[in-house]
């Protein structure tokens, strides 16, 4: 699967209600092998129910200038979440569907991700 296929997709709960659309995702990287970088894992997708805009790298917590625009990428992804990969049952053409309630982890877009040590594609790039 490539990246842009998740990309701008719906995401369905387990009671059919729509969440919003994926705007980026978050990558872990595996154990390093001798010469080789660890792989990418898919850990989680970021839903927000307001926009499909790209978040730009504002939502890493680091980047917050020029504040005009942090203010509105902040604004236009107000509600954002973080889901688990592990609460996707199915990836169809027209939609993600989840299989179990995703837990409600907020996307504070001027903090970033509590916990995260993942890899973002600032929302352009392939899975590995």
Sequence with gaps: MILSE???????????KHLGVVVDV??????????HEGDLELIALIVSPHSRMSMYGYERGRV???VVVARLIEWLHRGS?????????VV?????????AAPQIPLDVRRGIPGSTGT???GRGRTA
């Design 81 to 89: 979440r973080l889901i688990p990969w592990e609460c996707v049952r």
């Design 6 to 16: 998740l990309l701008d997709m719906p995401v369905i709960d387990v009671d059919g």
């Design 120 to 122: 973002s594609t600032g």
């Design 26 to 35: 978050r990558f872990r990287r595996g154990a390093r092998r001798r010469d």
């Design 64 to 66: 917050d200038r020029p």
């Design 92 to 100: 169809e053409r027209d939609a993600v569907h989840l299989g179990v």
